[in-house]
């Protein structure tokens, strides 16, 4: 009796681990890769309106707590989210699809220098309507990325980085020499 309990003991052991160790773990994609970027135009001007002189108000950092253990928790910056006036013609499904197609796109278009969803690593792009307002939160895959978005998007709200062309000095040329 007691050889047929260890040997169903062994077999249910044996099973557990067989299952354990042939699972394995589906890899995240990340939401900004599965974008439908299809029938979308001229997405780069769209974001370069966005981006126009004083519309991005309250940039805030998005934090994410990492549990190590019950003592060791760190916190760190993963993203960070800003508020821009409503667009005139689509809606926050429209605007968050736009924005991730921006995301991934390798496209030079009409771009910000301190554009946050031109950061290697975007993650996720989400966008609500906050009363008259989007609320745009831009998350990054780790601590480089997410530190980088919010760098950016406080350059972004603050002003920094505008890139203005002044013309200095204009010559006609008559004889084809300046």
Same mark, same amino acid.
């Given at each position: 009796?007691?050889?047929? @309990? ?18 394995t ?16 135009q001229?997405?780069g ?16 950092? @998005? ?6 253990a019950?003592? @060791?928790?760190p916190?760190y ?15 926050a ?5 736009a ?15 301190n ?7 975007v ?9 008259p307002?989007?609320r745009i939160?831009?998350?990054g ?5 997410g ?15 505008q890139?203005?062309?002044?013309? @200095? ?5 008559t004889?084809?020499?300046?």
């Amino acid at each position: 009796m007691q050889r047929i @309990i260890d040997t169903t003991l062994v077999a249910l052991a044996f099973s557990l681990l067989g299952g354990c160790a042939s699972s394995t773990t589906p890899v995240a994609t990340a939401p900004v890769a599965a974008a439908d970027c299809a029938g979308l135009q001229d997405v780069g001007q769209e974001v370069a309106d966005l981006y126009a002189q004083g519309t991005v108000r309250h940039a805030r950092p @998005i934090y994410r707590t990492d549990f190590v253990a019950r003592a @060791i928790q760190p916190r760190y910056v993963a993203g960070a989210s800003f508020d821009v006036p409503a667009p005139r013609s689509g809606s926050a499904a429209y605007l968050e699809r736009a924005l991730s197609c921006h995301a991934v796109s390798q496209i030079a278009s009409v771009e910000h220098p301190n554009d946050p969803l031109r950061v290697a690593g975007v993650y996720d792009v989400d966008v609500k309507a906050v009363g008259p307002h989007m609320r745009i939160s831009v998350i990054g895959d780790d601590r480089t990325a997410g530190d980088a978005i919010w760098k950016r998007t406080r350059a972004l709200s603050s002003g920094e980085g505008q890139v203005q062309v002044q013309q @200095i000095a204009r010559t006609l040329l008559t004889d084809g020499r300046l």
